[in-house]
């Protein structure tokens, strides 16, 4: 008796051994599949793969642009472009990233006009807390700055009172005594050898 097999596409039984001899059956990937199943199976493939393809076309076509030379020198007068090329570059500096995100300038353009926080608050604050206290920068690391920008000012005034009261003192003079060390030759402190051969 010979063994049945199943279409691996409809999953019904395949009747006839002799199906498969005249072309009624097919075997593809290993498999028994009906002829007719087959075709609407690869017909449906190249149809979600045509889907797909539009899909990341459109995702493609929706998806953020970077920020080119000209659209942000649009404008702008060279000194305004040269200061915001450096804000960028500081920002990639303290976020340790390749690159600032493309929302730098807008973000912080918001949060100048809701907050009222500068360019340099604005570094303050991200430095103060990814480089000082040590948290790492996610996808949007800009969105704590609102919550840090008060720790972040009172931590570089106090920064800034603790050099203006030390301004006075010269580190370099305090460490800079001489001081001579005699160091012996070490000879006399050798002791000979106990042979155990002589006891």
Do not use: W
Not at 4 to 27: M, Q, R, S, T, W
Not at 68 to 84: L, S
């Amino acid at each position: 008796m010979a063994r049945k097999h199943k279409c691996a596409y409809c999953h019904k039984e395949i009747e006839k051994p002799d199906d498969i001899d005249n072309g009624e059956v097919l075997i593809a990937t290993k498999k028994y599949a009906h002829r007719q199943c087959f075709q609407i199976y690869v017909a449906g493939t190249a149809t979600k793969k045509r889907e797909m393809q539009a899909n990341r076309a459109a995702q493609k076509k929706n998806a953020p642009k970077q920020i080119t030379v000209n659209a942000v020198r649009k404008g702008k007068t060279e000194a305004e472009y040269q200061e915001e090329r450096q804000f960028l570059a500081d920002v990639k500096n303290v976020l340790k990233s390749g690159f600032a995100p493309v929302e730098t300038l807008s973000i912080q353009k918001n949060y100048e006009e809701k907050y009222k926080i500068t360019k340099e608050q604005f570094l303050m604050a991200i430095k103060y807390f990814y480089v000082i206290k040590g948290n790492t920068p996610t996808e949007h690391p800009f969105g704590i700055i609102p919550y840090v920008i008060n720790e972040a000012i009172n931590f570089y005034s106090h920064l800034d009172d603790v050099k203006k009261q030390n301004n006075e003192f010269d580190i370099t003079a305090m460490y800079k005594q001489e001081r001579v060390v005699y160091v012996s030759s070490g000879d006399e402190s050798i002791t000979p050898e106990i042979d155990i051969n002589t006891i």
